[in-house]
């Protein structure tokens, strides 16, 4: 009995860490599963028709943008919607020196985009992230664009591919 306690309070600490995390999906390790089905108290036993493994699961996804670098960064970015057929570019999201912000993606799975730029002291840029691919993007400091990829517009950025899926996405600007 007391296995089987100390085999529940790890699951227990894994899955509040897992949703302290957020938008985690969780499966639980083969060994611990059967462990906990070996230790079941004789009052927990039920005949479950459906012998399925636990999993902590959450249909939103999570985006971490995360700042590596010595200065302030602003990030946008690009998705596809997928009932208008068309892209939509989002931003900008500051990312303080040397720290992390989440971007709920909501259920959305696919390819994005990001796009990051490091503005200097005197109001240019001083460094920018971004890859061949470009969207439409807004001075304002925060803004929406629906049909992004339409490129009638009068300002462009580069950016970068990564693809949101069941797990926590990060994207790290070095």
């Excluded at 399925?52 to 995360?66: D, M, R």
């Excluded at 939509?88 to 985009?113: E, L, P, R």
Aim: glycine fraction near 4%; charge should be negative.
């Amino acid at each position: 009995m007391k296995v089987a306690k100390g085999i529940l309070t790890i699951i227990i600490l894994i899955v509040i860490s897992a949703s302290a995390q957020s938008q985690v999906t969780f499966d639980l390790p083969d060994f611990l599963w059967n462990s906990l089905k070996n230790h079941k108290s004789e009052a927990s036993k039920t005949d479950d028709p459906s012998d399925n493994k636990p999993v902590v699961t959450s249909p939103e996804k999570t985006l971490w943008l995360v700042n590596t670098v010595f200065k302030d960064i602003y990030v946008s970015i690009a998705f596809y919607d997928f009932t208008n057929r068309k892209w939509i570019t989002k931003g900008w999201y500051c990312i303080k020196a040397n720290q992390k912000i989440s971007v709920n993606m909501h259920n959305y799975a696919g390819i994005a985009y990001v796009h990051g730029y490091m503005p200097d002291d005197t109001g240019g840029i001083l460094d920018q992230w971004g890859a061949s691919t470009y969207f439409c993007v807004d001075t304002q400091p925060t803004y929406e664009i629906d049909d992004a990829g339409d490129f009638n517009c009068s300002t462009k950025a580069a950016f970068s591919q990564l693809n949101i899926n069941e797990d926590i996405n990060t994207f790290t600007f070095q």
